[in-house]
């Protein structure tokens, strides 16, 4: 595809290799429409992007780790494309007063630029009825925080927090929108777009389940798929036959009306929607899924929202993989810019595993292997496909025989 070396051996570590997928004149960009270089002397916009995506893929704790790591010698400093190591203090500075939304739109531009390749190198389960459907999956997720540490991100009396709200793309298998707010935030309200073009499909949980935003979308002609809340009162119509012999998890599938005084006054009592019950085994128990889809199968229902898992496993995935439960800064704009850092180095590990590794593995292994490697000068197409577990031996001799000092830790008289 033209992105990258197939030789073994490069004159750039693997870390400088992957920094290089963001374009320079994007980053210039992104930091000319924030000025975030005004004022910056030394530690500019890329010297910092350097620094936090060195320490999301190296796992450094701290900022000291980071400075330690990156100035290990000269020549791997200019390698970088730096011209000196950055200094905690520095990195602390450019951390707490450099605004994050100049890697907010880093990020949005490096998705524009890369969907056709996220979308075409895509591993999401394609459900056939629906094939070509524009998706998306609505979540989010609190990340806990030291109260006495991040005095700003109240959450509850003795506990602190932020969460992560985001609109996940199903066809690039990537979080299209990121919105990072106060973790007692309610979901409903995470997002400014909930309601999308014509024809879009949206998942999400029940946390969303609202009367006034599902008849925005019947409007807006978006198929929606959720599950709805126990107390939710409802009119029987009439029950859809279920096919013999297949899809014994799904129970019953259903045509109903909602009848409570709070739908009649939004006006959604008088659109038919849909119930499906589908039993789950791991669990044992039994989901029920509304939509405003009635053609479809309920199979493809069920499907559809069992998609939700996906978004589910990228949660689970970058709290795992990279930094964003430890933070190497206290202030808000310390967090986010870490955070949209580490969406940024997802971006570019999905990147990396879809279109140059020719097996799949799981993302951790993946991840660590791309760790171990970091600093090696070797091509990113040769640590993806010839950097392998198990042992391996010498071919021929070796050159030179090691010698052990026999007096190397004695004391001498």
Known sequence: MGLFKRTKNTNKPLIRQILDLVPNWMLVRCADQHRSDKGCSKYKTHDQFVALTFGQLNKCITLNDISASIGVSETFIADLGLTQSPARSTMSDGNKKRDYR?????????????SHLLSKH???????????????????????????????????????????????????MIPEVVNISEAKLHDRYGLSQLVFSKGT????????????????????????????????????????????????DILKDEIITLSSS???????????????????????????????QLAWTARTIADL??????IELFFKSIKQNLQIKT????????????????????????????????????????????????CFYLTLDYVCNSVNEGSKKIRGKPQTEIKFDQDLFSVKN
Not at 102 to 114: G, K, Q
Not at 211 to 239: D, W
Not at 264 to 276: F, N, P, Q, S, Y
Not at 305 to 310: A, L
């Open 102 to 114: 100049v890697f907010e739109t880093l990020y949005n531009r490096l998705l524009t630029h890369y």
């Open 262 to 292: 709070k739908a009649a006054e939004t006006g959604i009592d008088k659109e038919e929607l849909r119930l499906v019950h589908v039993y789950k085994p791991d669990e044992n128990k039994v989901i029920t899924i509304i939509t405003n």
């Open 122 to 172: 895509h591993q999401s389960h394609i459900i056939k009825e629906i094939k070509d459907r524009n998706i998306k999956l609505i979540d989010s997720s609190i990340i806990s925080l030291c109260l006495s540490m991040f005095d700003w991100a109240k959450f509850r009396t003795a506990k602190g927090g932020i969460k992560i709200h985001t609109c996940w793309d199903d066809a690039m």
């Open 201 to 248: 499909v949206v998942i999400e949980d029940r946390a969303y389940f609202d009367f006034g935003l599902m008849l925005q979308r019947i409007k807006a002609s978006n198929v929606f798929v959720t599950r709805i809340k126990s107390n939710t009162r409802y009119i029987s119509l009439r029950e859809l036959e279920l096919p013999d012999q297949i899809d014994q």
């Open 305 to 310: 929202y069992k998609k939700r898992w996906d």
């Open 327 to 374: 933070f190497v800064g206290t202030s808000e704009n310390a967090v986010k810019s870490q955070i949209y850092i580490a969406l940024i180095t997802y971006l570019l590990l999905q990147l990396m595993e879809r279109t140059i590794a020719k097996k799949k593995h799981a993302f951790s292994n993946f991840v660590e292997k791309i760790r171990i490697c970091l």
